[in-house]
């Protein structure tokens, strides 16, 4: 991948957090969770603490703890409910770079991760029409 392509990655990902930050923190969540819970209804629990009065950064913050501990990556330099009450949509790019950099890929999901790593990282061709005689 070139820098434009990495560079284009970053871009779009950071648009998707600014404005709907739900779907990432459900990405993000999913493979911390390692498929345990799928994105969708950790976007949804996300979405409605953004709209109650407890604000979702609460939530997303013990995400970033857990995966913190999964991956023994340091608090520095603050503490994480700090890092995603100062600058929630800087936190969740973070993280999902965090993740991207650890080979996921976090548009397919945990699942779809797992058969790409026992593939060797390969993901086998896509069959155009489906089966033909």
């Given at each position: 991948m070139g820098s434009s392509e990495i560079f284009f990655v970053f871009l779009?990902?950071?648009?998707?957090?600014?404005?709907?930050?739900?779907?990432?923190?459900?990405r993000i969540a999913e493979i911390?969770?390692?498929?345990?819970?799928?994105?969708?209804?950790?976007?949804?629990?996300?979405?409605?603490?953004?709209?109650?009065?407890?604000?979702?950064?609460i939530y997303s913050?013990?995400?970033r703890s857990k995966m913190r501990?999964?991956?023994?990556?340091e608090a520095s330099p603050c503490?994480?409910?700090?890092?995603?009450?100062?600058c929630e949509p800087c936190a969740l790019c973070q993280e999902y770079r965090e993740l991207k950099n650890r080979g996921f890929d976090l548009d397919?999901?945990?699942q779809a991760n797992m058969e790409k790593k026992a593939l060797?990282?390969?993901t086998p061709p896509a069959m155009e029409g489906g089966m033909m005689r």
């Open positions: 779009i990902s950071c648009c998707v957090t600014l404005w709907c930050p739900c779907v990432t923190f459900g911390i969770d390692k498929g345990s819970t799928s994105c969708g209804p950790s976007g949804l629990i996300y979405a409605t603490l953004c709209l109650s009065i407890f604000h979702a950064c913050c013990f995400y501990k999964q991956y023994h990556l503490c994480d409910c700090l890092v995603h009450w100062c397919i999901g945990w060797g990282g390969i």
